[in-house]
């Protein structure tokens, strides 16, 4: 059957800007997680149409309110702007991508 994955993602305590751009285990968690699925499409032929990361941006989260952040982008809910930044993670993703995820089996396999 067709599967979709909606809503993967990885929250994680970010209390200050440079943490959050140095976002290492989200990257990782995204990286394992599509290398695995590229990995169940070649050897066995799992029909997965979509992958949908969790989320674009940082947002209020029902379970953990602004504590936790799930977001490719920092956002910064202090100030009357909400200014957006991509994290290490945005721009990973950005890059698998732009090279169709070569940049997955560039790297070393997770276990």
């Known amino acids: 059957p067709p599967i979709y994955m909606t809503e993967n993602g990885s929250c994680e305590e970010e ?3 440079e943490s959050a751009l140095a976002d290492h285990k989200r990257q990782q968690y995204f990286e394992g997680y599509i290398r695995a699925c590229a990995e169940a499409i070649q050897d066995f032929g799992v029909d997965l149409r979509g ?12 379970q953990f ?17 909400l200014t957006r930044t991509p994290k290490l993670s945005a721009k990973w993703f950005k890059k698998t991508i732009e090279e169709n995820g070569n940049t997955i089996f560039k790297s070393q396999k997770i276990v």
């Open 51 to 62: 992958y949908f990361a969790w989320s674009l941006m940082d947002n209020f989260e029902w």
């Open 65 to 81: 309110g602004f504590s936790k952040r799930f977001g490719l982008h920092r956002v910064e809910f202090n100030n009357g702007n």
């Open 15 to 17: 209390p200050d800007l």
